[in-house]
């Protein structure tokens, strides 16, 4: 990578020695502000504060680079985790990144699962919550009382949801975890979750001429008939053995799928006229998208006098299949207002039985080591082969293939420059799906070969004694970017890179006070034949130079129980397509809640209130492709949650 950055990382602990990564645990309360540990990203439940979401870090696409793990096992996600199934989400990169194993370019999202323990225990949450509607969430979980066996698991009814874009839906997910200590060191779990998902259309907009006014939220402009449902299904079991002497042993294998039986795009195009738009859009029929992905790990640690050595040997492989139906366009027709969208009849659409078939096959191999010089400095460094072939079957039966087989590595090195503050730097190429040849490209069909990603980062990690913990760090990611060269052809035609700057701020500031503070600075930069020939600007679409969060939690003295919290966000302009010609203005949102701890008969109880987007702010947010859609306007969560 040119200008690289070789980093050197530094841990918010008195010794720069890590292990494996430490999975999130959420606190008692649900209070994600006092859960999280630095500004990244951290989600407790339905509430989340941090930097980055599960799908995007640092301004790139986490699916696409496949980062993942649950309690540490790798984990090819298709679906989003399921709250009956999730005890915690939480975004590790830059200094807290580094305990990962086979640390990958943006990261990973760690995925802790309920747990039971010892006894049993029961809770139901009932209530609304802000932005989707009705929610009852029973949680049980259960164990002998040594733990040796135990299960843990939710059922979630949310009937009569209401969306801010005026659909609805009816959603119902439910999952267990069985636990099983068979015997000491041993640990083997089972995950399974499935939900059930009709709903209403999704709507988009686009506006060639600009940024739009503004639009009413909460308002339907779907039809009647733009209905579509969806299941999800996630299947897995892990293993984890410490054998003594200094060796573990890992094995995992889990099986994502997210079938479709019909879904429908909505797509309202601005025709430069006041609030006059065209609709248009697509009807898909049966899709499925499907991953299995599996792992085993073997690792020794032993010492040589004042050092430590950690070996680590790795397999793991990834089967992904997505059959994807064409979809059939259809035009309704122009509205001159589009907060007053008439119903309009179903069009007459022919539906073929084709489908179009995708899928991956992946190995790999990695070997991976660790040097702990006392409690001054670690270094790692590791190394990954990949087979990756991707197979592509196309409506009309032609098949194109495309196999790559790169080396992977990675290194790291942290160094405790005092008690309190340790310096990181790390390096890490990393694999990802870069796509197929568009109709309208010469080689149509065509499977580009997987692209290579590369990140390096330097920072520095500060912990203040009873308090909170810094981090500042700069980092570079680079990768290719696919488009239609001069020739017609669909091919690799640039680069993309995303440089910047990360300051995290999270803990307590006093006994009662918790702050998780944030900002980024991200210089997003495209460059290579299509900037040249002016098809596209340099910015991607989507990525504001300025990014900013806080966040705090107070335990109001003198009210046993009671907790006052609010939050600030804010995102920066940004383009909002790929010319940038339009470039969509800065905002800011403001949360406040408030939650009650007591007790009724015995029973701890908690009632919880927050409001999002306070003012009521109006924004539009681009997707990827360029079309746009309103941020999720005032909404009000009000549950009451207690045990039974």
Known sequence: MRHSLFCLSVLAVPTAHAQTARAPQPPANGDVVRAADDAFGRRVGIEEVGLYSEG????????????????????????????????????????????????????????????????????????????????????????????????????????????????????????????WSPAPGVRVTGLWS?????????????????????????????????????????????????????????????????????????LLRFTGNGREAAQSGLVFGAENRRSISGELTAARQFRTGNLTHRIIAMARRRDSMVESDPGVSYT????????????????????????????????TGGLGYRLSIGSFAELRLDAQRVDYAKRVRAVDGRVTEQVTRPWLYGGSLSVAISDRLTGFASYARGLEEAGVAPANASNRGAVLPAAISRQAELGVKYGFAGG?????????????????????????????????????????????????????????????????????????????EVTALANLTWRVPGMEGLTVDGGLNVRGARYADRENRVELPSYATFNLGVRQAFELDGHPVTLRARVTNLTDKFAWNPTNSGLITPIVPRTLTLTLTGEI
Not at 78 to 84: D, R, T
Not at 518 to 543: F, H, M, N, S
Request: charged share 20%; hydrophobic share 40%.
């Open 56 to 179: 995007e870090v640092r301004g790139f696409d986490l699916q696409a680079a496949g980062n993942y793990r649950i309690e540490d096992h790798y984990y090819v996600r298709v679906a989003g985790m399921l709250q009956p199934l999730n005890g915690g989400t939480a975004i590790r990169v830059g200094a807290n990144g580094l305990r990962t194993d086979f640390a990958a370019p943006s990261g990973v999202v760690q995925y802790t699962l309920p747990a039971a323990g010892g006894g049993s225990r029961a809770s139901l949450e009932a209530g609304w919550w802000g932005g989707s509607g009705p929610v009852a969430m029973l949680r049980g979980a259960a164990g002998t009382a040594g733990g040796e066996l135990s299960v843990a698991g939710g059922l979630q009814l949310s009937v009569a949801q209401q969306y801010s874009d005026g659909t609805g839906g009816d959603f119902v997910a439910a999952g267990l975890v069985p636990r």
């Open 468 to 544: 909170p913990t810094l981090i500042a760090g700069l980092f570079d990611l680079s990768k290719p970017t696919p488009g239609i060269d001069a020739a017609g052809a669909f091919d690799f035609v640039g680069k993309v890179r995303h440089r910047g700057v990360e300051l995290s701020l999270a803990g307590p500031l006093t006994s009662r006070l918790s702050a998780v503070l944030g900002a980024t600075y991200l210089d997003a930069k495209i460059e290579g034949e299509l900037v040249d020939r002016g098809v596209i600007g340099t910015r991607p679409i989507g990525r504001p």
């Open 194 to 266: 499935h939900n059930w998902f009709p709903r209403e259309g999704d709507t988009f907009f686009a506006n060639p001429a600009g940024a739009p006014d503004q639009v009413k939220r909460w308002t339907n402009r779907t039809q009647s008939w733009m209905r579509g449902y969806n299941e999800s299904d996630l299947l897995g079991a892990f293993a984890d053995v410490d054998a003594g002497n200094g060796w573990t042993f890992g094995a995992s294998l889990f099986r994502n799928a997210l079938p479709y039986t019909r879904s429908v795009f909505n």
């Open 332 to 363: 309704l027709g122009t509205y001159a207002d589009v907060n007053d969208i008439p119903e309009v009849a179903a069009p007459a659409v022919s539906r073929g039985a084709a489908r179009m078939r995708d899928d991956v096959g992946q190995w």
